[in-house]
């Protein structure tokens, strides 16, 4: 209990990429697999996903310098030999989009490509499940899962979603696939991820609640579908998300309770659903 609690605090960053690999089981699979990581990078070429990573590139954190080109040292090189290993490693996956993103902010932590490999094989493989498989069932799952609490805690946003025939995707997919990078301030992320390593997929509907919920009469005033999908962008920014100490007491506060048991039989049933909508 109290590991949790240090954890939701806040990780300094000196300790984070440790404690993230303790936590997530990484370390342990790293452990159990030395030189894997090399031996992924001599694999056979594959010129169709060397080519996806490639397009992404230079699409990935265009703002910080430590991804340019030119940069010394550039981490577009070691971006890349990460995705290309997780490639390798998870042919089920290949690459997606959004795993540029998750990548990149490894790296920043850890500052070491064996690790960023291994925690992004935690996120990838364990924490999300299906969220970048080529039918990214977990991820569309996810977001029902997020519609279906919205609709219980939240009933007024839920039926201004309806009344418009907004398909959640279309203003939050980017929360999921991202995790937030890119969505929330760096430093707040950051804190989220301590809690995701530690705890699980929950938070993120956590982290999303809390955003509804705390902006609900924002959301509410708005009268069109374009409306929405800008409100749904204005709640990531301001001062309530830079603050992450506050925010993230919010997170644990506001939704409520969110059973780990609840989250499962949502799961299923909107699992089912997109299943018999083929």
């Known amino acids: 209990m109290t590991l949790k609690r240090y954890i939701r605090k806040g990780v ?17 699979q790293m452990d159990r697999n030395p030189g894997y990581y090399r031996h992924l ?5 594959d010129d169709s996903l060397e080519e996806a990573i490639r ?7 265009p703002d910080n310098v430590r991804f340019r080109k030119g940069s010394e040292p550039c981490l577009q090189r070691t971006l890349y030999n990460v995705l290309l290993a997780y490639g390798h490693h998870n042919r089920g996956v290949g690459y997606c989009q959004g795993m540029n993103f998750i990548a990149g902010y490894l790296i920043l932590v850890t500052k070491s ?25 977990g991820l569309k799952t996810d977001q029902e899962v997020l519609g279906e609490l919205v609709r219980t805690k939240l009933p007024a946003v839920a039926a201004l979603m309806d009344s418009h025939g907004l398909l959640w995707t279309l203003v939050v997919s980017r929360w999921f696939i991202c995790l937030f990078v890119d969505v929330l301030p760096m430093e707040t992320v950051l804190r989220i991820w301590d809690c995701l390593f530690n705890e699980g997929s929950k938070i993120i509907f956590r982290v999303a609640l809390t955003l509804i919920k705390q902006h609900q009469a924002l959301i509410l005033e708005a009268t069109s579908v374009p409306d929405i999908c800008e409100k749904f962008k204005e709640i990531t920014r301001g001062s309530f998300v830079t603050e992450c100490h506050t925010f993230m007491q919010k997170i644990f506060s506001e939704p409520g309770s969110l059973s780990r ?18």
Do not use: K
């Open 12 to 28: 300094p960053l000196e300790h984070r990429a440790r404690v993230w690999m303790g936590v997530s089981g990484a370390q342990a």
């Open 41 to 45: 990078l001599q694999g056979e070429r």
């Open 55 to 61: 397009t992404d590139m230079n699409r990935t954190f």
């Open 113 to 137: 490509e064996e690790e960023s490999f291994w925690l992004l094989d935690a996120l990838v493989g364990r924490i999300l499940p299906d969220y970048y498989s080529p039918s990214m069932l």
């Open 261 to 278: 048991a609840g989250i499962a039989r949502l799961r299923e049933r909107c699992r089912a659903r997109l299943l018999a909508q083929g």
